[in-house]
C-alpha cells in the first residue's frame, strides 16, 4: 500500500510506546516503599484479571459512569493488590495515590526506537499527524514527557470523546477534528479489533503494526486498504509525500 494522505492517526499504547516493566513489577515496587512486600507475578495476574472485570463494570475508564478517572484506576489498584494476597490497610491508599500520580507522565513508558524519527518524516511529507487512544486525561502529560506532543496536530483520547474504540464515532471526531475524509486517512495501530477493522469499516485506510510477526487473517490479506509492518519505519514507507496544489496566478 502506498497513499498520499492527508491525515495519519495513531494509537499509543504497544504503537508509540509501551510499559518499561511490567504491571505487576511496577505495582510491587510501589508497594515495597509503603512497607508492603507482594509477589510481582501475582500482582500481574490479579491486575489482568481486574481491569478485564473493571472495564466491564465501569466502561472507559468510567467516564458515563459517574466517577472519576482517578477513582476508578484507585478501586483497580486496591482489588489488584488484595487480590495478590495483601492484607486491607489504609497503606492501599497511599499505594494508588502513588501509582495514579506516577502514571500521569512519562516516568513509566518508553518510546520505541525511531519512533520520533518517523513521525517527523511523516510530517515532513505534509501529513497531519492525530492520536486516537483508549486512555484517560493523562495522556497529553504522558505524550509531554516522552517529548511525542509537539509532533500531534490533536491528541484523541477516549475519555475525551466519551466512546472507546472500536466504537467508529472516535474515528468520526478525530476526522471532524482534522477537517479530513475516511478516504485521505490512515489509521496506524497495534491491534486489530480496536483499530484495524473500524478504521477499515469507516472506509479509511489502515497499517496494523504486527511486532510480534502474528498470521494476517486472510480476510485482511485480500483487502487493498490494509497493510501489516514490522515497525514504525516500515510506515514511512507506505506514505507518500502530499501533492501541493497548484494555483494559477497572473
Same mark, same amino acid.
Given at each position: 500500500?502506498? #497513499?498520499?494522505?492527508?491525515?495519519?492517526? !495513531?494509537?499509543?499504547?504497544?504503537? !508509540?510506546?509501551?510499559?518499561?516493566?511490567?504491571? /505487576?513489577?511496577?505495582?510491587?515496587?510501589?508497594?515495597?516503599?509503603?512497607?508492603?512486600?507482594?509477589?510481582?507475578?501475582?500482582?500481574?495476574?490479579?491486575?489482568?484479571? &481486574?481491569?478485564?472485570?473493571?472495564?466491564?463494570?465501569?466502561? &472507559?475508564? /468510567?467516564? $458515563?459512569?459517574?466517577?472519576?478517572?482517578? #477513582?476508578?484506576?484507585?478501586?483497580?489498584?486496591? %482489588?489488584?493488590?488484595?487480590?495478590?494476597?495483601? *492484607?486491607?490497610? %489504609?497503606?492501599?491508599?497511599?499505594?494508588?495515590?502513588?501509582?495514579?500520580?506516577?502514571?500521569?507522565?512519562?516516568?513509566?513508558?518508553? #518510546?520505541?526506537?525511531?519512533? %520520533?524519527?518517523?513521525?517527523?518524516?511523516?510530517?515532513? %511529507?505534509?501529513?497531519?499527524?492525530?492520536?486516537?487512544?483508549?486512555?484517560?486525561? $493523562?495522556?497529553?502529560?504522558?505524550?509531554?514527557?516522552?517529548?511525542?506532543?509537539?509532533?500531534?496536530?490533536?491528541?484523541?483520547?477516549?475519555?475525551?470523546?466519551?466512546?472507546?474504540?472500536?466504537?467508529?464515532?472516535?474515528?468520526?471526531?478525530? +476526522?471532524?477534528?482534522?477537517?479530513?475524509? *475516511?478516504?485521505?486517512?490512515?489509521?496506524? /495501530?497495534?491491534?486489530l479489533e480496536l483499530d484495524v477493522k473500524p478504521a477499515l469499516c469507516l472506509g479509511m485506510h489502515a497499517i496494523w503494526i504486527n511486532r510480534n510477526n502474528v498470521?494476517?487473517?486472510?480476510?485482511?490479506?485480500?483487502?487493498?486498504?490494509?497493510?501489516?509492518?514490522?515497525?514504525?519505519?516500515?510506515?514511512?514507507?507506505?506514505?507518500?509525500?502530499?501533492?501541493?496544489?497548484?494555483? +494559477?496566478?497572473?
Amino acid at each position: 500500500m502506498a #497513499v498520499r494522505p492527508k491525515l495519519l492517526t !495513531l494509537d499509543c499504547t504497544n504503537t !508509540l510506546f509501551k510499559l518499561k516493566r511490567t504491571p /505487576g513489577t511496577i505495582y510491587a515496587a510501589v508497594a515495597d516503599s509503603h512497607g508492603i512486600q507482594v509477589d510481582s507475578a501475582k500482582l500481574d495476574c490479579a491486575f489482568l484479571k &481486574n481491569y478485564r472485570e473493571q472495564s466491564q463494570s465501569y466502561c &472507559n475508564f /468510567g467516564c $458515563r459512569s459517574g466517577i472519576s478517572t482517578k #477513582v476508578w484506576w484507585t478501586d483497580l489498584v486496591k %482489588k489488584t493488590l488484595l487480590d495478590a494476597g495483601v *492484607p486491607k490497610s %489504609k497503606a492501599l491508599d497511599a499505594v494508588a495515590k502513588q501509582l495514579f500520580d506516577e502514571f500521569s507522565g512519562g516516568k513509566h513508558w518508553e #518510546v520505541y526506537p525511531q519512533t %520520533k524519527e518517523a513521525l517527523e518524516n511523516i510530517r515532513d %511529507k505534509g501529513v497531519k499527524l492525530g492520536v486516537i487512544s483508549n486512555f484517560d486525561e $493523562r495522556l497529553q502529560e504522558v505524550l509531554v514527557d516522552l517529548d511525542l506532543c509537539r509532533l500531534f496536530d490533536f491528541v484523541l483520547t477516549s475519555v475525551d470523546a466519551q466512546v472507546a474504540k472500536p466504537n467508529c464515532r472516535i474515528f468520526e471526531i478525530a +476526522l471532524q477534528l482534522a477537517g479530513a475524509e *475516511p478516504s485521505e486517512t490512515v489509521h496506524l /495501530g497495534d491491534n486489530l479489533e480496536l483499530d484495524v477493522k473500524p478504521a477499515l469499516c469507516l472506509g479509511m485506510h489502515a497499517i496494523w503494526i504486527n511486532r510480534n510477526n502474528v498470521d494476517v487473517p486472510p480476510e485482511l490479506s485480500e483487502c487493498g486498504n490494509f497493510h501489516a509492518v514490522s515497525n514504525i519505519e516500515e510506515v514511512v514507507k507506505c506514505i507518500k509525500k502530499r501533492r501541493e496544489k497548484q494555483t +494559477l496566478t497572473g
